[in-house]
């Protein structure tokens, strides 16, 4: 006597624009979708430039800060920003705004994500790590004690909306961040792509507006490629975590002290160099990735004073590792990256390879 | 100068199926999804029943337990929770098993809904009212000051898997509490099944197995079949709201004292008998209901000393009236429910008919 029922789940398609218009902020009215009420999500900082803007184009639109900085991003501040939500009014046809750095967009993403089950979000990025990498693909979460974004759900912005006009009051060491991420998706999907950031870096450091829209259009393009074959990060999404085993290593054993682009810079040269020695990646690839990341002045070394066999052990309790070895996601040649035989996305390597690496780099 | 990038976000179906077995909790070994590690969530009261039962059966299982009660349906023990389930090393590969009535169902699927952006949860409901009723449809979440329910998130389980043998060791007032919704499902989809329930009373009530097995796949079905057409709950899924928005304001009048079947059972019969004279309900259908609901021992008049005009204020602050006046979901005739002309799902009804009928239905 068994018996069963099938419940069918098709989702309406969460398909979004990343739209990148210089000024955008200055029209962005004509640019949000239709809603009953907006909540305008900033930290201070941000908040002074840019919220006063944007909320003065619209009827009825609070805006809710919270104290800049990443270690804001937790349970408590979500809690505020929702009972925010709620002292507003806000109902299921408000649409949430989230403007700022990566930190706004997981924060402000969350809470969008779970107040009354699901409210519409657009991310305002404005910084260039956010514009290409955390506004786009749906990934919200907060920080708890246990880890980072240990927390978090899966949550399709209704829309992207980036400003390129804003990287103008970003200060030039985020503009480098960012560009450690623009230089991995080089490395993963486009080699010609690499090429030109490290031949056009005087450009991009002097915030011309042809180059900063290429670099913006083509990095959001290629991140765009791995989140649409694979929204709930099961396999092909891997690729952008290239370096990224390394850095978030590298994050933990000095205490998040040291910056994420930094890390993911560090991280790439460490995993591209461990992966030619163990005979993974082509060789002569590390140079070249190394000669890109010195072009925008990011760090192909260890920071000073790093101990090799902390960043091995801060590895292995890192969630990835949580099934057995520690796994990376590396490309098999500079602007390629595939899964191997197997289907694999990802693949370990020999500890001792990876610690020889990270001390022929480590600043003594 | 303005260009686009289209995100694509093909979801990978998340059909699930509610199995139906008496004896199902004694083999449910067979019938979970592979996973490294499991956490069995629970209350203090199912864990004595059911908790060891489950573990037992599995290699590497944790069972997560929290004080019985609505009330605890909260953020603190939410975060209870998510921090077990990193003291238990859970990964993205393991699989939450809730198993309990709505409260647990909410919480557990709401703590699935949010580690590390989503894990499996199967959904084994203990409670009449949650296996035809709660356990379907993806809907988690959390109490706040603000209201119930307020935060949370859309999380499809992986599966439902329905004991209907562990109905023997529940108490009869929740047998009831689920009869209320079993009710409503005839009453919005399927007269033929209203009326079986109202004949099959004793048969029911003595738990026989024909009768339970019959009441419990009919209302899984008409429940599956509204959130099916309707995933995110924005139109044919109100048909599952009939009695409800009078039901949440009685609860929230009697301080949620008065249980939530018995404010369904009441709202309902305001509802359908306020259409009757507002011309929206066929005639005669209010009775009807009332027979199948008296039957089940289920109340159709206001509990002692309940105010009408509190019951109205209570309304209209409520979060489905944020956008203008109450509204209301309320089949045509018993068995059928739709749109009206212009596509709503739900209907605004005369203050003064809606508070005449509260009025005759009051006990003084």
Same mark, same amino acid.
């Given at each position: 006597?068994?018996?069963?029922?099938?419940?069918?789940?098709?989702?309406?398609?969460?398909?979004?624009?990343?739209?990148?218009?210089?000024?955008?902020?200055?029209?962005?009215?004509?640019?949000? /979708?239709?809603?009953? &009420?907006? *909540?305008?999500?900033?930290?201070?900082?941000?908040?002074?430039?840019?919220?006063?803007?944007?909320?003065?184009?619209?009827?009825?639109?609070?805006?809710?800060?919270?104290?800049?900085?990443?270690?804001?991003?937790?349970?408590? &501040?979500?809690?505020?920003?929702?009972?925010?939500?709620?002292?507003?009014?806000?109902?299921?046809?408000?649409?949430?705004?989230? #403007?700022?750095?990566?930190?706004?967009? =997981?924060? *402000?993403?969350? #809470?969008?994500?779970?107040?009354?089950?699901?409210? !519409?979000?657009?991310?305002? $990025? &404005?910084?260039?790590?956010?514009?290409?990498?955390?506004?786009?693909?749906?990934? &919200?979460?907060?920080?708890? =004690?246990?880890?980072?974004?240990?927390?978090?759900?899966?949550?399709? /912005?209704?829309?992207?909306?980036?400003? $390129?006009?804003?990287?103008?009051?970003? !200060?030039?060491?985020?503009?480098?961040?960012?560009?450690?991420?623009?230089?991995?998706?080089?490395?993963?999907?486009?080699? +010609?792509?690499?090429?030109?950031?490290?031949?056009?870096?005087?450009?991009? =450091?002097?915030?011309?507006?042809? %180059?900063?829209?290429?670099?913006?259009?083509?990095?959001?393009?290629?991140?765009?490629?791995?989140?649409?074959?694979?929204?709930?990060?099961?396999? %092909?999404?891997?690729?952008?975590?290239?370096?990224?085993?390394?850095?978030?290593?590298?994050?933990?054993?000095?205490?998040? +002290?040291? $910056?994420?682009?930094?890390?993911?810079?560090?991280?790439? @040269? @460490?995993?591209?160099?461990?992966?030619?020695?163990?005979?993974?990646?082509?060789?002569?690839?590390?140079?070249?990735?190394?000669?890109?990341?010195?072009?925008?002045?990011?760090?192909? +070394?260890? !920071?000073?004073?790093?101990?090799?066999?902390?960043?091995?052990?801060?590895?292995?309790?890192?969630?990835?590792?949580? +099934?057995?070895?520690?796994?990376?996601?590396? !490309? %098999?040649?500079?602007?390629?990256?595939?899964?191997?035989?197997?289907?694999?996305?990802?693949? /370990?390597? $020999? =500890?001792?390879?990876?610690?020889?690496?990270? %001390?022929?780099?480590?600043?003594?």
């Amino acid at each position: 006597m068994t018996t069963s029922v099938r419940v069918s789940t098709n989702q309406i398609s969460q398909d979004y624009d990343v739209l990148i218009e210089p000024g955008a902020i200055d029209r962005i009215r004509a640019l949000l /979708p239709d809603a009953h &009420t907006y *909540a305008i999500i900033t930290d201070t900082n941000v908040a002074r430039l840019y919220a006063e803007k944007i909320r003065k184009q619209l009827t009825n639109a609070a805006v809710l800060t919270f104290e800049a900085g990443e270690a804001n991003k937790n349970a408590e &501040t979500w809690q505020k920003l929702s009972d925010g939500l709620i002292n507003h009014n806000a109902g299921r046809d408000t649409c949430i705004i989230a #403007v700022g750095g990566g930190v706004t967009g =997981d924060l *402000a993403g969350f #809470v969008a994500a779970t107040y009354m089950r699901g409210v !519409p979000v657009v991310q305002v $990025p &404005t910084t260039l790590l956010a514009m290409i990498d955390a506004s786009i693909g749906g990934k &919200t979460g907060i920080d708890i =004690d246990g880890g980072k974004n240990l927390i978090g759900a899966f949550h399709q /912005p209704h829309a992207v909306i980036i400003d $390129p006009d804003v990287l103008r009051t970003l !200060p030039k060491h985020e503009l480098r961040y960012g560009l450690a991420e623009a230089i991995k998706h080089g490395a993963i999907a486009d080699a +010609a792509y690499l090429q030109w950031i490290a031949d056009s870096m005087q450009s991009i =450091d002097a915030l011309e507006s042809n %180059a900063i829209m290429h670099l913006i259009q083509r990095s959001v393009e290629i991140k765009a490629q791995f989140v649409s074959a694979d929204v709930q990060e099961a396999g %092909a999404r891997a690729a952008l975590n290239f370096g990224h085993t390394i850095a978030h290593a590298l994050e933990r054993v000095t205490r998040y +002290a040291m $910056p994420h682009g930094e890390a993911v810079a560090c991280g790439m @040269v @460490v995993e591209i160099l461990s992966a030619e020695a163990a005979g993974v990646t082509e060789a002569g690839s590390g140079a070249k990735l190394v000669h890109a990341l010195e072009g925008a002045a990011l760090p192909a +070394a260890l !920071p000073k004073g790093t101990n090799s066999s902390e960043v091995m052990a801060a590895m292995s309790t890192d969630k990835k590792a949580r +099934a057995g070895a520690v796994r990376y996601a590396i !490309p %098999a040649r500079l602007g390629e990256f595939s899964a191997d035989t197997e289907g694999n996305w990802t693949r /370990p390597m $020999p =500890d001792d390879v990876v610690k020889g690496v990270l %001390a022929r780099l480590s600043i003594k």
